[in-house]
């Protein structure tokens, strides 16, 4: 998929889940960088990629406060980061005030082989997910992807809450399936 700036803001707009695919695909390295940069010290991995993707999030969720006559599109989306990331490091502060040794890991470096093997098992998840009809994908991706309550989902789709359930416990079995058969 390669579209220009001004569609991929109407695609999201309009919900379009592979525009937000690609929305992520080409701005992850410069919100991680600037993430990593407001977040490095003091704090892990998880927090950095947990504000990543609550930054998109916010991107997907004020999209139509986005305005092309003052800014552009990346710059909108670094100052978004910025925020997210000082909001962020703000809160982890006061967190972890105190740290205790103990509360320290170590951790078995990542090897190239657990790296591939960690990206296949990825790639086979979202070919699973992209599987699915499209309401399915939708109620998927809202609930485990954007953390969506369940009561919102079921109001905007229309679902009772034992279809919303099935529907979900169908999708998970489906990826255990897909994943166990290695």
């Not at 992209?130 to 109001?155: A, G, P, T």
């Not at 998970?172 to 290695?182: A, G």
Request: charged share 35%.
């Amino acid at each position: 998929m390669n579209i220009s700036e001004s569609e991929l803001i109407s695609e999201i707009k309009k919900r379009n889940l592979n525009a937000y695919g690609f929305l992520i695909k080409e701005y992850t390295k410069y919100v991680y960088y600037l993430t990593y940069n407001i977040l490095n010290i003091g704090n892990s991995k998880e927090d950095i990629e947990e504000c990543v993707a609550d930054v998109f999030l916010e991107v997907w969720l004020k999209i139509n406060e986005f305005n092309s006559e003052r800014s552009n599109f990346k710059t909108w989306i670094l100052i978004l980061t910025k925020f997210k990331a000082l909001t962020y490091r703000r809160k982890l502060l006061k967190k972890n005030d105190v740290v205790s040794i103990d509360d320290y890991q170590l951790e078995e470096p990542d090897t190239v082989e657990k790296q591939i093997v960690d990206r296949e098992t990825q790639k086979k998840l979202l070919e699973t997910i992209h599987s699915f009809n499209e309401k399915d994908k939708e109620l998927f991706i809202r609930r485990y992807f954007y953390n969506e309550k369940i009561s919102d989902i079921m109001q905007s789709l229309g679902l009772s809450r034992s279809a919303l359930d099935n529907r979900l416990l169908r999708g998970r079995k489906r990826i255990k399936e897909v994943l166990s058969c290695d």
